[in-house]
């Protein structure tokens, strides 16, 4: 499948690093099995691929589909339920396997399940009588469950991103897991509507020791109930750099473009809102290798 794109557009993704894709098997539609992912990505040259579950590790189907396809597939684990929330036993083992991405909880934080309806196609994975994790003691300190979690990551040299959990929760926990030696802390798409960070919360992250802020393409798309503007995304890159920004789709579901191909598109995009190639380069490839460690 070689996607037509103009040149820019198809030198940006040679070498380019998606680390955010959704893969079946789901319990959600998808749109490609991470098999068929892999293979887009290599036809169009790119350089490696991260794909999520919100619950499931992904660390088994990324191993076998970087085998089978002579591609890099990386795989990671987000802390809902069905891995036992802030389970060290969950997090010790898919390091062991490999995984890359470790997520705070992700639909099954307290913030996203007190406003689910903001993905709403989501929703109906979440049972009604979840309550959400929510990380933090009634002093605003952090749940210490987490600590020896941190250390695991810091440990093996793998990310730590933020998941869905609030500005509050996750303002502590970047904070500490830095403190405990974390080197690589990602602000999952901080401009969603359900995350809904300000230019000053994201440039604070930074401060407090998160590595990347990563902008996801699907936030601009009808997959979520509040999309936010083309324009918002293209302004929150520009307001705190490309420096500290990574590009990545978010993709997969069943009624968007496939990853490589939304890559593409948010490519093209940001090359029409102005931001020089070199930018971009860092952004959908530098940025990512750096993270993943490769």
């Known amino acids: 499948m070689r ?20 893969s079946a098997p789901d319990i959600y539609p998808r749109i490609l099995n991470v098999m068929e992912l892999a293979r887009h990505a290599k036809e169009m040259g790119m350089r490696a691929i ?3 579950n919100h619950f499931a590790m992904t660390g088994g189907q990324a191993k076998i589909a970087s085998d089978e396809t002579d591609f890099p597939v990386f795989g990671g684990i987000a802390l809902n339920l069905p891995v036992g929330g802030l389970n060290i036993h969950a997090v010790d083992f898919a390091l062991k396997l490999g995984i890359k991405m470790v997520w705070l909880p992700t639909l099954h934080a307290q913030k996203f399940v007190q406003h689910k309806s903001h993905v709403a196609h989501l929703a109906g994975g979440i049972r009604d009588d979840v309550q959400g994790i929510y990380l933090l003691n009634n002093d605003a300190s952090l749940k210490e469950e987490l600590y020896p979690i941190f250390d695991l990551i810091a440990e093996r040299d793998a990310i730590l991103a933020t998941g869905h959990v609030s500005v509050e929760e996750a303002k502590v926990a970047v904070r500490e897991a830095a403190k ?9 798409h901080p401009l969603a509507s359900f995350c809904n960070y300000s230019v000053k919360g994201m440039k604070e ?4 020791g998160a590595t990347y802020l990563e902008h996801t393409y699907n ?18 890159i520009k307001a705190i750099g490309p420096k500290h920004c990574i590009m990545s789709t978010d993709a997969g579901q069943w009624l968007n473009p496939v990853p490589a191909q939304q890559m593409g598109i948010y490519i093209k995009d940001m ?9 971009i380069r860092t952004m959908v490839s530098g940025n990512p290798a750096h993270i993943l460690g490769i």
């Open 271 to 279: 090359l029409d809102f102005g931001i020089a190639e070199r930018d």
């Open 205 to 208: 992250m930074l401060e407090f």
């Open 3 to 22: 996607l037509r794109f103009e040149q820019k557009v198809l030198d940006l993704l040679e070498g380019a690093i998606d680390i955010h894709i959704h």
């Open 219 to 236: 936030d601009v798309t009808r997959q979520v109930s509040h999309p936010i503007k083309l324009e918002d995304l293209y302004k929150g």
């Open 180 to 188: 405990r030696g974390v080197k690589k802390i990602l602000v999952t």
């Open 50 to 52: 991260l794909v999520k």
